[in-house]
C-alpha cells in the first residue's frame, strides 16, 4: 500500500473523490458523468493534453475497497451534490489542495455531509452533521492541541489533512499509476 501522504510531494494541485464500495462506472455515474464514456488507458500527459481540449478530467481505478476519482487540473468533485450523490448508502471523502488556499477535506456519509474543514480550522468549527467524528485523529495527527484548538505553529497542515483521511479511512493510491502509469479516464464536463 502506498497510501495517500506522498501526493503533496509529486502534484501541486489536486481534487481526489473516494467512494466505499463503489465500482469505478458507478462513481463516475454518481459524479454526473456518463460511464460509457471511460477511456481505458490514459497516461498523466494523456490526461492534460484531454484537459485542455475536452474539460475537466479524472483518472480513475480502486484500491483498498475504494473507487476513486483524482483531478490534477480542476476540481469539479467539490460539488457538493454531486458528492452527496456519490456518498449515498456509503462513505465518501474529497480532498482538494488548490496549490494555494483553499485546501479542503470533506467527508460524505450517506447522502450527508457527515464533516468538512479547512486546515488550521478548531474542533468548533469543523462543520456537517458529525463534526466531532474526526477529532480524535486529527489530535492525533497533530492538527489539534488536547483542547480542540488549533496548533498555530502547524507548518504542514494540508499533509496533516492527508494523514488523517489515510489513517482514518484507509485510502490507498497507487503512486506508480498515477506519477507514470495508465489508468482509465473521463471526462467530467
Do not use: K
Not at 464514456?37 to 493534453?49: G, H
Not at 474539460?55 to 469539479?76: I, K, Q
Not at 504542514?156 to 479516464?185: H, K, N, Q, Y
Request: contains cysteine.
Amino acid at each position: 500500500m502506498d497510501g495517500i501522504a506522498w501526493i503533496r510531494d509529486v502534484f501541486d494541485a489536486y481534487c481526489i473523490t473516494f467512494a466505499r464500495g463503489l465500482s469505478v462506472a458507478e462513481l463516475v455515474h454518481r459524479m454526473g458523468a456518463d460511464p460509457e464514456r471511460i477511456l481505458p488507458s490514459v497516461s498523466p500527459d494523456e490526461a492534460l493534453r484531454l484537459a485542455e481540449d475536452e474539460g475537466p478530467v479524472a483518472r480513475l481505478g480502486t484500491s483498498g475497497g475504494w473507487a476513486f476519482a483524482v483531478e490534477f487540473a480542476s476540481a469539479e468533485g467539490t460539488d457538493r451534490r454531486a458528492l452527496q450523490r456519490v456518498s449515498r448508502g456509503t462513505d465518501a471523502v474529497l480532498l482538494l489542495d488548490s496549490g494555494t488556499p483553499p485546501y479542503w477535506f470533506v467527508h460524505a456519509r450517506d447522502g450527508e455531509i457527515a464533516s468538512d474543514f479547512e486546515p488550521g480550522v478548531e474542533a468548533e468549527q469543523i462543520g456537517g452533521t458529525d463534526p466531532s467524528f474526526l477529532v480524535p485523529a486529527m489530535r492525533e495527527a497533530g492538527m489539534l492541541l488536547p483542547d480542540g484548538t488549533a496548533d498555530p505553529d502547524d507548518w504542514e497542515p494540508e499533509r496533516r489533512i492527508l494523514t488523517v483521511a489515510e489513517r482514518v479511512f484507509s485510502l490507498d493510491l497507487p503512486r506508480t499509476a498515477l506519477e507514470d502509469g495508465s489508468l482509465p479516464a473521463v471526462v467530467l464536463a
